[in-house]
């Protein structure tokens, strides 16, 4: 037999459309955990149960294809659009530039090619959180004793990122991300409505 979702009964509904209008603040929360490598893994874990948890919550006010279907879709969005956007922006706007030598090259062999990681030491010795380039920030330089210049953030929490990347998107992305949580909103809203007017009219019908 089909395991059913839980609906929630009426009284609750009010409560429980709050605790879905907050939760893109969670799941917001647990991009940028992961946008720290050192906790990149448990953020992705805790910000797939935040989704699911949001989604649930939808879909216990108003249960439906559709609310499905967009509470999915618009969580997707705040959970990973922010892992690229919140390290860019910050970068963009307090990332002080340092030069560092590539001190070890790390070469795999990916199904389009071989891919890059590059492990690198600041010129002036002074120790660099996250001390490695990716695939995209190595492959162009993957010599050692070669220099870079990066961006790095003065707190350590993001990785650092080449001095010369292009932030002319973020303000799309900006956008895109703003009108995922104003969807979500209007999502949740919407849920609960129409749940209410189902049960007024089961309500009339009875009476």
């Known amino acids: 037999m089909p395991r059913r979702i839980w609906i929630a009964p009426p009284h609750l509904v009010p409560r429980i459309s709050l605790l879905a209008a907050l939760s893109p603040l969670l799941i917001v929360a647990m991009s940028l955990l992961a946008s720290n490598p050192d906790y990149e893994a448990l953020g992705i874990v805790l910000g797939t149960l935040a989704l699911i948890g949001a989604v649930t919550l939808i879909l216990s006010v108003r249960p439906g294809g559709w609310p499905l279907t967009a509470g999915v879709i618009l969580g997707l ?13 910050w970068l963009a706007h307090k990332g002080v530039r340092a ?3 590539i001190t070890a090259v790390h070469t795999f062999q990916g199904k389009h090619g071989p891919t890059y990681t590059c ?3 600041p010129v002036d010795g002074v120790p660099l959180p996250h001390a490695h380039l990716n695939n995209a920030d190595c492959w162009d ?5 070669a220099t870079e210049n990066l961006l790095v953030d003065p707190g350590g929490w993001f990785a650092p990122m080449p001095a010369d990347t292009d932030f002319g998107g973020m303000n799309v992305g900006i956008g895109v991300l703003a009108g995922a ?7 949740v ?6 749940r209410l007017k189902q049960v007024a009219r089961e309500e009339g019908t009875v009476r």
């Open 189 to 194: 809203v919407l849920s609960r409505r129409s």
């Open 119 to 121: 492990d690198a030491q």
């Open 181 to 187: 949580v104003l969807l979500f909103e209007l999502l």
């Open 141 to 145: 330089s993957p010599e050692v004793g």
């Open 77 to 89: 969005v705040l959970l990973v659009l922010p892992v690229v956007l919140l390290p860019s922006e």
């Open 99 to 101: 030069e560092v030598r």
